[in-house]
C-alpha cells in the first residue's frame, strides 16, 4: 500500500509516531511495517488508549497534591493525601479522554477514577470490583451498545483479574520484616514480584479470549509480561514527560 495523504503532508519518524500513537492512540503517522512488527510481537494492543494511560494523569494529580502541600502543610489535615491525588487526577483525566476521542476502554478507566474518588472523598472504603461494576454499570445506562465493544470487554477483564488475584497475590509474596534493613530488600523484592506475577495472570486469563477473538496468540506472547508493567511504570511517564518538554 502507498502512503497515505497525511504520511505524504507531515512525514514523521517512526519512532514520533510511535510515541502519538502510545500517548493518543493516533496511529494515522505508523507506517504498515510497524503496524506488522507490533502484531507479530503481540504488542499491538498497547497501541490502544486504556486504564494503563490514566497513570500519566494519575502522576500529574499527585505532583499537584505535592506541589500545593509544600505551600499549605495544612491541606493533608482537611483529606488524606491519597484522596486528593485522586481528585486532583480527575481533571487530566478527561482532558486525556477528550484528547483520546474517548474510546470505551479508556472511558471505563475514567468512570473507574471517578467513582472512587468519589467514594473516598466520603469515607466509603470499597474494593476493585466494586469500581468496576459502579463503573460499568454508569457506561451500560449512558451507552447500552458499549457492551459489545472489544476494548470495553477486555480493559473489563483485566481489572477482573486484578481485583480477584491481590488479595491472594498479598499472601503469597513474603512480607517486610520487623528488621529495617530487611524490611526494605523485602520491599524491593515484593513489589516487582507482585506485578510480573499479576501481568503473568492477566496474560494467561487473556489468552483464550485473544485466540477467540482475534485467531492467533502470536509467538511471543509472553513478552508481554515483562513489556506491559514497563509500559506503565516506565514508558507512558516518560513519553509525556518528554512530550511536555519539546513543547518548553
Known amino acids: 500500500d502507498g502512503p497515505t495523504d497525511s504520511e505524504t503532508a507531515f512525514p514523521l ?64 489535615l482537611a483529606r488524606p493525601r491519597a484522596v486528593l491525588a485522586l481528585a486532583a487526577a480527575c481533571p487530566p483525566a478527561l482532558a486525556y479522554l477528550w484528547l483520546g476521542n474517548a474510546p470505551a476502554s479508556l472511558l471505563r478507566a475514567v468512570c473507574m477514577l471517578f467513582v472512587l474518588a468519589f467514594w473516598l472523598a466520603r469515607g466509603r472504603a470499597r474494593t476493585t470490583l466494586d469500581v468496576l461494576c459502579a ?3 454508569c457506561i451500560c445506562v449512558a451507552a ?13 477483564l483485566c481489572v477482573t ?11 503469597i509474596t513474603p512480607r517486610a520484616a520487623r528488621d529495617s534493613r530487611r524490611q526494605a530488600a523485602l520491599h524491593l523484592v515484593r513489589w516487582p514480584l507482585r506485578i510480573l506475577l499479576l501481568s503473568l495472570l492477566i496474560q494467561v486469563v ?24 514497563m509500559a506503565d511504570l516506565i514508558v507512558l511517564p516518560g513519553a509525556a514527560l518528554g512530550l511536555l ?3 518548553v
Open 245 to 247: 518538554l519539546a513543547g
Open 144 to 156: 447500552p451498545l458499549s457492551v459489545l465493544d472489544t476494548g470495553l470487554q477486555l480493559s473489563a
Open 135 to 137: 463503573a460499568l454499570l
Open 161 to 171: 483479574v486484578i481485583g480477584l488475584a491481590l488479595p491472594w497475590l498479598r499472601r
Open 206 to 229: 487473556l489468552l483464550p479470549l485473544n485466540l477467540l477473538l482475534f485467531g492467533n496468540a502470536g509467538f511471543w506472547f509472553p513478552l508481554n509480561v515483562l513489556w506491559l508493567p
Open 13 to 76: 519518524p517512526q519512532s514520533k509516531a510511535i510515541l502519538l500513537a502510545l500517548l493518543f492512540g493516533d496511529r494515522h503517522y505508523l507506517d504498515q511495517h510497524t503496524l506488522d512488527t507490533f502484531a507479530a510481537a503481540t504488542l499491538a494492543h498497547s497501541l490502544a488508549l486504556s486504564g494503563q494511560h490514566l497513570a500519566v494523569a494519575g502522576l500529574l494529580g499527585l505532583l499537584c497534591v505535592l506541589a500545593a502541600a509544600r505551600l499549605c502543610p495544612r491541606l493533608y
